[in-house]
């Protein structure tokens, strides 16, 4: 029985405020599952598994898949999809909320996150997955395509920003293919990517003060237009001697700093 009717027969209608458009595309789904089993060096953790299209071919391969499910209505549907299929520990909750940390110490190794990812929050929950620090060791996470050009973006061009810097700092980042609308049920109205993100054995460089170098990420592409020395004056009214110190033309805007340029320059302060 197709992915849809299963829905309608459960009366389960997809919930827009929980971003819930279902892989309906079994090619796609086993791609994405062979992808993060391929990069599994300790626990699959699914964020949102919905009702299973992630987690039937995951299971297939691991066995075990540890998930955190917002919304408590699909969780019948998915235990009934992957009953027989091997181990599956469901928390009904925000994942934005979770302690991964405490999951990865419980479980002994550091957890392979893998998502299609709800598009309302998923910038935010994978700045929360940045922050898990050594407990994530790799992610393989569905964004919308322009997300995911963002977040593996080179220093250069428009699309390089805060995301790109935050997530490259500390993950080695790879686009993985592209999934067209049509694979999901109900169909965004936007092309999706699907990235692999795999922790560093060290970050690009060694950060002093993760608060300020955030300050200064944020304050040398909150106007992107404007050169360095005039864009980082929200931190320091004459920033010449600073920039100096780094070594760092102040002429130069901050969409063409390399992440350890950031690095230094926050260091340096
Ligand atoms: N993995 C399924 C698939 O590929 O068909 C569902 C993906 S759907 C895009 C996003 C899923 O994340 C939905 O099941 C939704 O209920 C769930 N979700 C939304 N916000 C969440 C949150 N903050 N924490 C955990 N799950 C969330």
């Given at each position: 029985m197709s992915l849809i009717h299963l829905l309608k027969m459960s009366g389960l209608r997809p919930?827009?405020?929980?971003?819930?458009?279902?892989?309906?595309?079994?090619?796609?789904?086993?791609?994405?599952?062979?992808?993060?089993?391929?990069?599994a060096q300790g626990p699959l953790v699914e964020i949102g598994p919905g009702i299973g299209s992630l987690t039937l071919p995951l299971l297939?391969?691991?066995?075990?898949?540890?998930?955190?499910?917002?919304?408590?209505?699909?969780?019948?549907?998915?235990?009934?999809?992957?009953?027989?299929?091997?181990?599956?520990?469901?928390?009904?909750?925000?994942?934005?909320?979770?302690?991964?940390?405490?999951?990865a110490e419980r479980l002994?190794?550091?957890?392979?996150?893998?998502?299609?990812?709800p598009y309302h929050v998923s910038t935010p929950i994978l700045f929360h997955l940045l922050a898990q620090g050594a407990a994530v060791g790799a992610m393989i996470l569905m964004f919308q395509k322009e997300v995911a050009e963002r977040i593996a973006a080179p220093p250069g061009g428009k699309t390089y920003g805060i995301l790109s810097v935050h997530s490259?700092?500390?993950?080695?980042?790879?686009?993985?293919?592209?999934?067209?609308?049509?694979?999901?049920?109900?169909?965004?109205?936007?092309?999706?990517?699907?990235?692999?993100?795999?922790?560093?054995?060290?970050?690009?460089?060694?950060?002093?003060?993760?608060?300020?170098?955030?300050?200064?990420?944020?304050a040398a592409f909150g106007q992107r237009r404007k050169t360095l020395l005039?864009?980082?004056?929200?931190?320091?009214?004459?920033?010449?001697?600073?920039?100096?110190?780094?070594?760092i033309d102040p002429q130069r805007r901050g969409e063409t700093l390399a992440v350890v340029e950031f690095v230094r320059l926050a260091n340096v302060r």
């Amino acid at each position: 029985m197709s992915l849809i009717h299963l829905l309608k027969m459960s009366g389960l209608r997809p919930k827009k405020g929980l971003g819930q458009n279902f892989l309906v595309d079994d090619g796609i789904a086993e791609q994405i599952a062979e992808a993060a089993w391929a990069q599994a060096q300790g626990p699959l953790v699914e964020i949102g598994p919905g009702i299973g299209s992630l987690t039937l071919p995951l299971l297939r391969r691991a066995q075990q898949v540890w998930a955190v499910e917002q919304d408590a209505a699909l969780l019948p549907l998915l235990r009934t999809r992957t009953e027989g299929l091997g181990q599956l520990v469901v928390e009904q909750g925000d994942a934005l909320l979770v302690d991964f940390r405490q999951w990865a110490e419980r479980l002994g190794r550091p957890l392979t996150i893998v998502a299609n990812l709800p598009y309302h929050v998923s910038t935010p929950i994978l700045f929360h997955l940045l922050a898990q620090g050594a407990a994530v060791g790799a992610m393989i996470l569905m964004f919308q395509k322009e997300v995911a050009e963002r977040i593996a973006a080179p220093p250069g061009g428009k699309t390089y920003g805060i995301l790109s810097v935050h997530s490259q700092l500390w993950m080695a980042v790879e686009p993985l293919f592209a999934v067209p609308p049509k694979a999901f049920y109900p169909s965004p109205k936007v092309d999706s990517s699907v990235i692999r993100l795999v922790r560093r054995a060290a970050p690009l460089a060694q950060v002093d003060d993760p608060d300020f170098f955030r300050l200064v990420v944020r304050a040398a592409f909150g106007q992107r237009r404007k050169t360095l020395l005039n864009a980082l004056k929200v931190i320091d009214p004459s920033p010449e001697a600073w920039l100096s110190r780094a070594d760092i033309d102040p002429q130069r805007r901050g969409e063409t700093l390399a992440v350890v340029e950031f690095v230094r320059l926050a260091n340096v302060r």
